[in-house]
């Protein structure tokens, strides 16, 4: 014979902290919205963007863009002064957008002969876009 069947007790779907929740979707909006400027301000410039968001193990390569024989991994950053901009990119950051630069290199047989670069385009409120070559 079965037990009876107890009726659980009915819980309310964790909450999460709305203002935050909401935070970090504006933050991830901003910074898809600035790596767009990004891409036609290097467009502008003369580069073929090969892709965006680009997922490699350690790091996401924010842009990923070629002109003549350089591959340009290119981190996007935005803050409210370009300064501001140039320091939020951290020697360990990088370090790792250098290594997922190599693996993209390495896993795509079209990208063999082109040379490896670091770049970084700054943004700040009423101001033209940085382009910083060679980090």
């Known amino acids: 014979m079965k037990p009876p069947r107890v009726a659980r007790p009915r819980t309310l779907p ?6 935050r929740q909401a935070a970090g ?6 910074g898809h919205g600035a790596e767009w400027i990004a891409a036609a301000w290097l467009i502008v410039k003369g ?3 090969l892709g965006f968001r680009l997922k490699a193990p350690g790091a996401e390569v924010d842009i990923l863009a070629q ?3 350089i591959l340009a991994v290119v981190e996007v950053k935005r803050r409210r002064t ?3 901009a ?3 990119l951290s020697a360990g ?6 290594l997922a630069g190599e693996r993209l290199l390495r896993q795509r047989p079209g990208l063999t002969g082109l040379r490896l670069r670091l770049d970084m385009v700054t943004l700040a409120s009423g101001r033209f876009p940085r382009h910083r070559r060679g980090l």
């Open 14 to 19: 964790a909450v999460k902290a709305g203002w």
């Open 25 to 30: 979707g504006q933050a991830f909006r901003a």
């Open 47 to 49: 580069y073929r963007i």
């Open 67 to 69: 002109k003549g024989s």
């Open 82 to 84: 370009t300064d501001e």
């Open 86 to 88: 140039q320091m939020a």
């Open 93 to 98: 950051q990088r370090e790792r957008l250098r």
